[in-house]
């Protein structure tokens, strides 16, 4: 795999989980349970099967095109798979670790269905079968526990999420960026508020602002303006994004794109406090090292950083093959302490490519910061390249970044300076 197709990889995965993670219409697997405890027969099974469908087909088309390949829906620690196999008997679900579960039919029609609840941390690769031996499709599976604090409440305020006129700027020519923003209700014009900027805005825009909503309601983090930026678009069309031209080159060209021409445009609209302790970062995979990237370049900007599956790897080789992500271990043991708290999240299961592994550099950047005594929290578990075990674990996260800035004090395990926690 050549380093372009290999960076490429890291983008679907990060977009899909976004799609599936916003949207509001989808089938329950509650629901799905109930409804196969009274098992449907004609059009209630075909009325079930068709929304089964609209789980894994996009566009809305699930009345129409069929699931020949098997579609795993998460929900928190509930997980739901689903295929059509014309002409099975049976189908099931074959997971890594020796277990075999039955599919269930609907009613008389082709779509096989099975559910399961797992622990929390769970990560394992499936498989499903139909009539025991052919071979329907596989996967990863990962669940993790969904925070409360993701769920929207009546008593408390909802801050504005705004798309923001796309960026067309002088940092990369010829590219243009979409973004957006959300203010909290709680944002006065007389004092200046803190600021957030998440790379790859979509993957973030359907539960950050409702977790922002809870925490600074709570006063565990104080009031804080939040950007939603997205990778480049070159002026070669919508799919030509500059995503790791942007992302994973670690000089500070990013940095000045966003101090220069992002932060200005928001404070158009809203006054931003200007100390750096008061402005955060965060992005996964390739936008995890662009996070860091940013506080390493301009400590004197920003210096609270969240990276989930961070690409400390080398994707961005250069001309000399050697110029990658994966220097920032040396660099960091060799240069004197910055004054950047950053909380680090991967997985046993993360990736394994010729431009590194991924586990084992984030694991070494966790030493390199130990090393260095930086203010740091890693967080290493079973999961693979996606952002499930990092969403988990962001109420504790935001927590802990801003507990210099909250009103009230963080929780105990939010507490302590540059410790590995699973």
């Known amino acids: 795999m050549s380093r372009r197709s290999g960076t490429a990889l890291l983008l679907p995965a990060v977009f899909t989980l976004a799609t599936a993670a916003g949207a509001a219409d989808r089938l329950s697997i509650r629901e799905l349970r109930e409804r196969l405890a009274a098992p449907p027969t004609r059009d209630g099974a075909q009325m079930l099967a068709a929304k089964v469908r609209r789980w894994f087909v996009p566009g809305g088309q699930g009345k129409a095109t069929p699931l020949h390949r098997p579609g795993l829906e998460i929900q928190g620690l509930q997980a739901a798979w689903a295929v059509e196999a014309s002409g099975a008997n049976t189908a099931s679900i074959e997971l890594a670790d020796g277990q075999s579960l039955p599919m269930a039919r609907i009613g008389g029609t082709t779509m ?74 709680q944002y006065d014009e007389r004092r200046p ?20 909503d809870n925490l600074i309601a709570a006063g565990e983090m104080p009031v804080t303006v939040s950007v939603f930026v997205s990778p480049g678009i070159g002026s070669g069309g919508e799919g030509l994004t500059q995503r790791s031209f942007e992302y994973d080159r670690l000089d500070d060209r990013y940095a000045r794109f966003l101090l220069e021409e992002i932060l200005p445009a928001v404070e158009e609209r809203v006054r931003l406090r200007p100390e750096p302790e008061a402005r955060a970062i965060a992005g996964m995979s390739s936008g995890g090292i662009a996070a860091w990237t940013v506080a390493w370049q301009r400590p004197d900007a920003f210096r609270k950083v969240v990276s989930w599956v961070g690409s400390f790897t080398n ?108």
């Open 112 to 185: 096989f269905v099975a559910t399961r609840d797992f622990p929390d941390g769970t990560a394992l690769h499936w498989s499903c079968l139909a009539d025991a031996s052919r071979l329907l499709g596989d996967g990863r599976l990962e669940t993790f526990r969904e925070p409360a604090e993701y769920i929207p409440r009546a008593d408390r305020p909802h801050g504005r999420l705004a798309r923001m006129p796309d960026r067309l700027g002088a940092t990369y020519p010829g590219t243009r960026h979409i973004w957006w923003t959300y203010v909290p209700s």
């Open 193 to 212: 508020a803190c600021v957030m900027v998440f790379l790859d805005g979509p993957q973030f825009t359907p539960y950050v602002p409702t977790l922002f």
């Open 315 to 422: 994707i961005a080789a250069g001309p000399t093959g050697l110029g990658g992500g994966h220097n920032y271990e040396a660099l960091i043991r060799r240069s004197p302490r910055k004054p950047i708290r950053i909380f680090l999240q991967d997985g046993s299961r993360d990736l394994d490519t010729e431009a590194g592994n991924w586990p084992l550099a984030n694991q070494q950047m966790a030493r390199a910061l130990a090393y260095r005594g930086y203010d740091y929290w890693f967080a290493f578990g079973p999961g693979f390249h996606s952002d499930r075990h990092g969403r988990s674990l962001l109420p504790d996260t935001l927590r802990w970044l801003w507990r210099d800035q909250a009103t009230i004090a963080p929780p105990p395990v939010a507490a302590g300076t540059g410790r590995d926690r699973d």
